[in-house]
């Protein structure tokens, strides 16, 4: 009986020489056939945009390895279609991100829309990021592990259809894991503005100086508590709270 290795695409927001994708093709080979699929440069909050003004380019650099000069849900559309010709891979991976991507953030990242990219083609998927240090040096390591763990988890476990996993890592290493669900920030983005050389005024968007809502069961309490957070995640954005209420607005609705 020949044993089939389980294909893994592997892509990320961060471009495909960064030191956290790098790290993660690396430590995936132990759980099966990795291909790297990943933007050309970075593409980080790039969210889950894909290029329509422009062609896109596949660039084969290494064995198993291609650069594509769009986005993280480009690469996953290139690869999946062109890539993988002799049928879709097993498990996408996306990562490892410079930086959380928690709470209301997980919308803007390309990271974690590399993995919904997949679930959109029934892929089980994994994003994975590393929470951020105050000197921006990252050591990969644990997270890589981690990735394995949860890949191989998902690959003997399976995931329901549609879903994927949204995994923060802490510095450090692993202390345990929580599964958990989306947080909320208090919101306070900083807006940083100045003069052009033409005396024109420009606006910059900058990093964020958000509070955290700590509550019980959000992926801002894992970290908070120094264990690694797994949200699970669908690309489905109905609020199935308001379907009722808005179901009773007069006026508007028919029967």
Not at 132 to 144: E, I, L, Q, V
Request: proline content about 5%; hydrophobic content about 40%.
């Amino acid at each position: 009986m020949v044993v089939t290795m389980p294909k893994i695409l592997v892509t990320n927001d961060d471009g495909v020489n960064s030191a956290g994708i790098v790290e993660l093709a690396e430590a995936l080979k132990s759980v099966g056939e990795v291909f790297v699929v990943a933007p050309a440069h970075e593409m980080s909050a790039a969210s889950h945009s894909l290029t329509l003004t422009r062609p896109l380019r596949i660039d084969k650099i290494g064995d198993h390895r291609f650069a594509v000069d769009g986005t993280p849900t480009d690469c996953v559309t290139l690869a999946l279609k062109k890539v993988f010709t002799e049928g879709l891979p097993n498990l996408v991976v996306s990562g490892i991100n410079r930086g959380a991507n928690l709470g209301d953030d997980t919308t803007y990242s390309g990271t974690v829309a590399g993995a919904l990219e997949g679930t959109i083609f029934g892929i089980p998927a994994i994003a994975i990021s590393l929470m951020s240090t105050a000197d921006r040096t990252y050591d990969f390591k644990y997270a890589a592990e981690f990735a394995v763990f949860a890949a191989k988890k998902v690959l003997e476990e399976g995931l329901p259809h549609g879903t994927l996993l949204n995994i923060n890592v802490p510095i450090g290493p692993i202390m345990g894991a929580m599964v958990t669900r989306q947080g909320r920030k208090s919101v306070a983005t900083k807006i940083i503005e100045g003069l052009d050389p033409r005396n024109r005024p420009y606006y910059w968007i900058g990093e964020d100086e958000s509070t955290w809502n700590v509550e019980d069961g959000t992926d801002y309490e894992a970290i908070n508590k120094g264990l690694v957070s797994i949200t699970p995640l669908r690309n489905d954005l109905t609020d199935y709270r308001a379907l009722e209420e808005i179901a009773h607005w007069h006026g508007v609705m028919h029967h």
